[in-house]
């Protein structure tokens, strides 16, 4: 799992729901990122992380919240779920801001 | 803006070569990727290459890069059922004030034994 664990492994939710996944690495590294994968579409990022207590928007962070208050920690917040948010979320960590090692993924339905 | 191109399917039947083909749009990409994604599984990073080289060789994998074109590509020699996996190709692109990573859309590798 390249140092990167997710939790948790699979949810189903209804909508208006909340719910807050867990990522943790065990490398130390700054820089952590949480993506979201649909079929047919590259990962889209939606928060990454350039190091404790610092959190920045990626490409799709609208419905989305995250914190890092340790750095082996990034958690990824849905305050109200809608279908849309249906998808394989991803965690990844990297030392610089280059290679990036990904956790197996979250996978998230919103009924 | 940037994108990156990759060929949806590619099939071959064990013991070939297989030759997947991404195109980036981006030229200041730093850094390209290639990830494994087998079933269920998360992105295994299988191999990068820095923008200045042309070539990079590990074990079966070949790595071709031509910046002119802005064309990479991943070559498995001696391709295996266990290869059968969709594969990523990814660019880093650094500007001023911060840095992206940009996915293709993956390519999916079917292996006949």
């Known amino acids: 799992n390249a140092g990167v664990t997710q939790t948790p492994k699979f949810r189903v939710l209804k909508t208006g729901q909340s719910m807050t996944l867990l990522c943790a690495q065990d490398m130390n590294h700054e820089y952590m990122y949480w993506y979201r994968q649909d079929p047919g579409m590259g990962l889209r990022l939606i928060h990454y992380s350039v190091g404790e207590g610092t959190t920045a928007k990626g490409e799709v962070p609208d419905g989305y919240n995250v914190s890092r208050l340790k750095k082996q920690n990034f958690l990824l917040g849905l305050e109200s779920a809608a279908p849309s948010q249906t998808s394989v979320y991803f965690c990844?960590?990297?030392?610089?801001?280059?290679?990036?090692?990904f956790g197996p993924g979250t996978r998230l339905l919103v009924l | 803006g940037e994108d990156v191109e990759q060929s949806l399917f590619l099939s071959v039947r064990e013991g070939d070569s297989s030759v997947i083909n991404c195109t980036y749009t981006d030229s200041s990409s730093t850094y390209l990727y290639w990830y494994k994604q087998e079933p269920g599984a998360g992105l295994q990073l299988l191999t990068y290459?820095?923008?200045?080289?042309d070539m990079k060789q590990d074990q079966r994998l070949t790595v071709l890069l031509n910046k002119k074109d802005k064309h990479l590509s991943l070559r498995i020699a001696d391709t295996q059922t266990g290869d059968s996996a969709i594969y990523f190709c990814?660019?880093?692109?650094?500007?001023?004030?911060?840095?992206?990573?940009?996915f293709g859309a993956g390519t999916r590798l079917f292996v006949k034994a």
């Open positions: 990844a960590r990297s030392y610089s801001w280059e290679t990036q090692y």
């Open positions: 290459i820095f923008s200045n080289m």
């Open positions: 990814a660019e880093s692109i650094r500007y001023t004030g911060g840095f992206k990573t940009i």
